[in-house]
């Protein structure tokens, strides 16, 4: 039998599923072009941000499952001579470990079994301290930075490497911005909220 916090923690595991799989199913009901007109204006917002103006590196990642495109965020920060860096897991005795890797030409980015792109093997790996803003995807997220992702953890295991000193931007469709969310212990609020009608700086929690 569990106990209350067990009972509690349950509870807001199932309620975070029935979210992903509406969230999954509302994202999908979008034309691909009305999510990409999205997307651009997701991305003029991010360039008109200090962080972003200011940065000589960045994190990012390559769009999967309809996810906000930052690919022209990938030219633009190329175009001002910021390194840019994409996730990675590499395989360990056990399991994987995550990070970031600097990738030279998005054309140096390939599948190796995760589901999403990555940098390829060789690729020089992040330190704390080499990344200054780090772009997050979400399937949903509050206005407090805390983000409903695809269930992996993913970032809530690899941000703590970074931040800080990078600063973290979230980004998703503003449809995707929810009143609410149930939070676990693990979960990593981010620091400025951007969805393709504002741009909120995180009230955490």
Known sequence: MLDDGEALEKLKI????????????????FPAAALAERSQRVVDAITRLDAFRSASSL???????AEVDLRRLDTEARARNTRVYYPVMDP???GFSTGFA?????AE???RGRRFPEPAREAPRAARGEIELIVVPALAVTETGHRL???????DVTLPDFCPPALTVVVAFDFQL???LPVLDHDVA????????????????
């Open 102 to 106: 600097l990738v030279r030409d998005p």
């Open 149 to 155: 992702g695809y269930g992996r953890g993913f970032y």
């Open 178 to 180: 929810l009143a609410e």
């Open 14 to 29: 199932d309620a975070r599923r029935a979210l992903r799989d509406r969230y999954k199913k509302l994202r999908s009901a």
């Open 190 to 205: 981010c620091d400025v909220v951007v969805t393709d009608s504002r741009v909120i700086p995180a009230r955490k929690a």
């Open 92 to 94: 360990k005795p056990g």
């Open 109 to 111: 980015l390939v599948e």
């Open 59 to 65: 994190g990012l990642f390559w769009p999967i499952s």
